[in-house]
């Protein structure tokens, strides 16, 4: 179900971007380092947990999630794609996810839940690559994958500038997507692993 499958769709709405980013000499290194600080940017933005502010974080978020489609691209472009390239974007990429929940946790000061959350991101992310370790290739199928979350963050910036109630047990849409992510990262991560097993 993941939206990781249709990265190639997307990538092909890249090329004035790429085409943008060559010209000013941007290489496929410096638009991962920039999409972390463009992360850390949407996470401070949530922090402070004000309408305006969502709406910011939410726009960043996406924004990270774009420019994470052009470092790899742009790499290909350039030729230049290495293993080097693609450990720093796994990297960074880990650093943004949990930068972004944090931030979001922080804001609603619902902090056992961030911890709950980046958990079952983390997780879900480890498996992905353990699995590529082993031999099986890279796996980004279950029910939630990189993209999912970038988008759901995203969107749940836009709710919460305009609805903060409390909507269920009284968990507002922040708290509500933490817990998501507690329990889907981890079905995720599960459904990751009994595959490779039983690939093994």
């Known amino acids: 179900m993941t939206l990781d499958k249709l990265r190639p769709v997307a990538e092909k709405g890249l090329t004035p971007f790429v085409t943008a980013a060559d010209k000013v000499g941007l290489t496929p290194n410096s638009v991962s380092v920039i ?64 930068t972004i929940i944090g931030g979001l946790a922080a804001g609603v000061e619902s902090f056992a839940l961030g911890f709950l959350a980046v958990t079952g991101v983390l997780m879900t992310s480890y498996l992905g690559t353990q699995i590529q370790a082993v031999g099986l290739g890279r796996a980004y199928g279950g029910l939630v994958g990189r993209a999912d979350r970038l988008v759901l963050m995203g969107l749940a910036g ?43």
């Open 158 to 200: 836009f709710v919460a500038a305009g609805y903060s109630a409390p909507l269920v047990a009284g968990f507002g849409v922040i708290e509500l997507l933490l817990v998501f992510f507690a329990v889907i990262g981890h079905i995720t991560a599960f459904q990751r692993f009994w595959g490779a097993w039983g690939d093994l």
């Open 35 to 98: 999409s972390l600080g463009v992360a850390v940017a949407a996470a401070a933005a949530f922090v402070v947990a004000d309408p305006l502010f969502y709406v910011v974080g939410g726009v960043l978020v996406f924004a990270n999630g774009w420019l994470d489609l052009i470092d790899g691209a742009l790499a290909r472009r350039q030729d230049v794609a290495s293993d080097a390239g693609d450990l720093l974007d796994h990297v960074i990429d880990r650093y943004a996810d949990l």
